[in-house]
């Protein structure tokens, strides 16, 4: 669930309220808990992620996040991140959320890791603790093990979907999985790229679509050009979709098999284990 750079100095930010575009923080029922951080660094680790908050309600699908995440009995706090090296993280019973701007090296900074896409990352987890549907448990085909589990797969979809959106006026590159922030390949970056990756693809954002129907019918169809935008394909073209499973499935098959066949097994034995995967 990670994130990271400064936000001092972010040339997005003056923007943002040029724009008018700063968020009620209490009308959103969020708290901004500077815990750990004493005077000055209180007052600039509060702003920062002010400005990050400002940031994405400035655009279309930060805006149907946020909305879909507002209710008076259901608080947000977003704390300084404590855990290791440039990260972020979700509380999975409470949506507290973990988050310092500025902890990565503008090195760091690739697809899917300005402060604003980890924060949006993270609110998406927010979300789905929030309306009571995040489900740790769907297993993923081989395709898609590189996003590690379910929440983080629909996570990265719908960051990747943020970063398409062309209200984001600066942001980076479609993120390719949850193994650290390489640019998707261009394959899966392709129009139904996603849902020919892999097996499961379809099935799991169906599930989705099905738990979230308000979220992912408003990213359909307030953002339905972007160049990514796989909810908006689901919603438009299911037979498609669902039609490109099969393909996905047999690239499953092939990269089980290249894996197996480097590891020196048998042919017969590598069989069996794309058989299962199938
Ligand atoms: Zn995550």
């Not at 400002?54 to 706090?77: A, K």
């Not at 929440?151 to 650290?180: M, P, Q, W």
């Not at 979230?212 to 990213?219: D, E, G, S, V, Y």
Request: hydrophobic share 45%; net charge neutral; glycine share 6%.
């Amino acid at each position: 669930m990670p994130f990271p750079q400064a936000s001092v100095g972010d040339s997005r930010i003056p923007l943002a309220m040029e724009l008018n575009m700063a968020m009620d923080l209490a009308f959103y029922n969020f708290t901004i808990n500077p815990v750990g951080f004493a005077a000055a660094a209180a007052r600039q680790y509060v702003s920062q992620v002010t400005a990050q908050l400002d940031w994405i309600y400035s655009t279309t699908s930060g805006r149907i996040l946020l909305n879909v995440i507002r209710s008076p009995t259901f608080p947000v706090e977003i704390h300084p991140y404590t855990g290791g090296g440039c990260n972020a993280d979700t509380d999975i019973v409470s949506g507290a959320v973990s988050f310092t701007p500025g902890i990565c090296l503008p090195a760091h900074d690739q697809y899917g890791r300005l402060p604003d896409e980890l924060l949006f990352h993270e609110l998406v987890h927010v979300f789905r603790v929030k309306t009571g549907k995040l489900d740790m448990a769907p297993t993923l085909s081989y395709g898609m093990r590189r996003y590690d589990n379910n929440e983080d797969f629909i996570a990265v979809l719908c960051t990747n979907i943020y970063v398409a959106d062309r209200t984001n006026l600066v942001k980076t590159g479609l993120r390719a999985s949850h193994e650290g922030f390489k640019p998707m390949d261009p394959g899966d970056a392709a129009r139904f790229g996603l849902f020919a990756s892999s097996k499961k693809v379809f099935a799991l954002v169906q599930k989705f679509c099905k738990d979230n129907p308000i979220f992912t019918k408003a990213l359909s169809d307030k953002l339905p050009d972007v160049y990514y935008n796989p909810i908006a394909d689901y919603y438009r073209y299911p037979k498609i979709c669902e039609a490109l499973s099969i393909y996905g499935a047999t690239k499953d098959a092939s990269a089980v098999a290249a894996v197996l066949s480097a590891a020196g097994l048998p042919k017969a034995v590598v069989d069996q284990f794309v058989a299962m995967v199938l």
